[in-house]
Structures are given as C-alpha cells and as structure tokens.
C-alpha cells in the first residue's frame, strides 16, 4: 500500500510524533510552517507545501463558520490544489491534526485515517488557535475518516478526553513518543522550548530548555517537567512517570483542557499563563510535589508495555 502522511505544521508536535510513523512504515511527510520547521532541524526528508490557509497572528479572536463557504476566505487555492496533487498519488493519506486535510483526501477521492487528540474543533486561523467552531462541518469531515487514531493512554489514563468525541470510531494507540536513550544531568527542571523566555528569569540554571536541548534524552533525571500544555510534551514527559506543569494560555481551549485533566487525575498541575510570576511559579512547583507519584507510575509502566506502531499497523489493516 502506498500512503503518504499529511502533517498539520502549526506547532512540532505533530510533525514529531509523525516522524515515528514515517519511519516504522516508510511513509513520506508532507507538512508545512513549524512542521517543515522541525523537519529541517532534525534533518528529515519531508515534502513541503506552502499553508493551505491563511494563518494571522495577533490578539484577536477568530471565530470559523459551521460551513465551507464561509472558510473560502481563509484558504489558499493554489496551496490546496497542490496538496490535492501528491494526495492522487497515493492510495492512503494518513491526516495528522488537520481536518482541512481530510476534506481535501474527500476531494481526491482517497481513503484516509485521521490522527488526532481534539476532534472537538478546527485547526484555527489565529497565532493561539482560538477554535469556536459549530459542529455541522467537523462533523461532517471526521465521519469521512475510516478510523481516528488518539494517541493517547487509552481509557481512563487519557489526558485529552475532554477534547474527544466519544461519538466518533476512536482507536487509542498510546502516546506516539520516541524513548531515546536518557542523559544524566543534575537539573531539577526540563521547560519547552517555547517557555524558555519567560521562564529563564526565574528558573536560571536550575532548568534545562528545550529550545537549546533536545529535551527528549533528559526526562529520566527531571523533576519535573514544565510545559505549554502540548500534547506531545505531555505524552513524553508521563511516558517516563514525570508530573507536569503547564502553564497555559486559557484562551486555548485544547491545552487547558489538558492542564485540567493532568489535575483531576493528580499528575500534573495547572497555571494560568496570566497569573504567572515568581511566586506562583514556585507554589506551583511545590504543589507538584504532592501529586500522585504512584499514578504517575503506572503511566510510566503502561508507556512501555504499549506498542502504538502495532496497534496502528492493526487499525490500518484491510483499509
């Protein structure tokens, strides 16, 4: 079978956890913006397309219609009509995080398999990605999808489930993480990428930051592991039983939900993004110490007993 997997390329997680499936099956990415981004710092051989709609950065909030022809404005014809060329090509794509990607499958007349932990909304035209979106369209384009994969701890260990929608045919698969070989270091705090302006100040060298380190090697020695509220990170850091600290933007509904999981299940911590200062920060960092390391356990030993590649391979299977 010949697939090709179309990564949405507003942020690395998906590109990142996209690479793992490149590799296990031999399927080649297609993404753009910050996925084509990760892709050339980690040396990959990627197809790149241009965005296929338009992304606007900014303090406002963009509200998207419940239906296509209120989304014309946002999209880019020349970009899609390209994505809709490589997709003829193959006889599966795989979709990861993009619904729009699933509409143009629908339009080149494809089967696909769509790859996601939020299917409560669309991918959004604002920096932030505020998504108020009616359902009639999301709906609409996930039931196109032959299964959607969560890579995600399965029931009751998944952190999004306040982003999913048990009406649709979910498969989880576990997190869809690379368990790279773990360095030794004497910091108490690993801190995205994307924190590390904010965090610095406070945190000085007590932290390492992803945006000079590839944070995947240093988990095992961290106490803690200090974040945005991407999924992704959430994934790598319970994968090696660490508590999380997302500090998060609430307008983003996807990782505040996350933030408010990893809290009622007692594995992680919650700080507003707007109430963050030296001293909210530490009681945060304190109050981390009293979760629930048994749990976090068990979210270690159910990482390594899962096989997401098999599952997948599974899931795809007769497709």
């Not at 996209?18 to 980690?42: V, W």
């Amino acid at each position: 079978m010949k697939a090709l997997i179309f990564s949405e390329g507003n942020g690395y997680g998906h590109a990142a956890r996209d690479s793992i499936i490149a590799r296990h099956f031999g399927f080649p990415i297609m993404t753009f913006g910050k996925g084509a981004e990760y892709c050339r710092l980690n040396a990959m051989h990627f197809i790149e397309t241009p965005p296929p709609y338009v992304i606007r950065a900014g303090k406002e909030k963009v509200q998207i219609a419940s239906e296509i022809t209120d989304l014309i404005r946002f999209l880019k014809p020349a970009s899609l009509a390209k994505i809709q060329a490589h997709f003829m090509k193959v006889d599966l794509v795989i979709v990861d995080g993009s619904p729009l990607g699933l509409a143009i499958a629908g339009l080149a007349g494809k089967k696909a398999v769509y790859i996601s932990n939020d299917t409560s909304a669309l991918v959004g035209v604002h920096g932030h990605l505020q998504k108020k979106v009616a359902g009639s369209l999301l709906d609409r384009l996930m039931l196109s999808a032959r299964i959607i994969i969560v890579p995600d701890f399965p029931p009751p260990l998944t952190v999004t489930a306040l982003n999913l929608d048990s009406s649709f045919p979910l498969a989880f698969i576990g997190p869809l993480v690379e368990r790279r070989k773990q360095i030794s270091h004497n910091k108490r705090f690993v801190v995205a990428g994307l924190l590390e302006k904010e965090l610095k100040p406070y945190l000085g060298g007590q932290a390492i930051y992803g945006g000079k380190t590839d944070i995947r090697s240093c988990y095992a020695d961290a106490e803690l592991v200090i974040c945005h509220g991407g999924h992704t990170t959430i994934m790598e850091a319970l994968s090696y039983g660490k508590p999380v600290l997302c500090i998060v933007d609430k307008t983003y509904s996807e990782r505040y939900n996350n933030a408010l999981m990893l809290e009622k299940k007692g594995i992680g911590v919650l700080l507003d993004k707007d109430f963050l200062t030296a001293e909210s920060l530490q009681a945060a960092i304190d109050y981390a110490k009293t979760l629930n390391h048994k749990r976090l356990a068990l979210y270690r030993d159910t990482a390594e007993k899962l096989d997401p590649m098999a599952i997948l391979a599974k899931a795809m299977d007769g497709i």
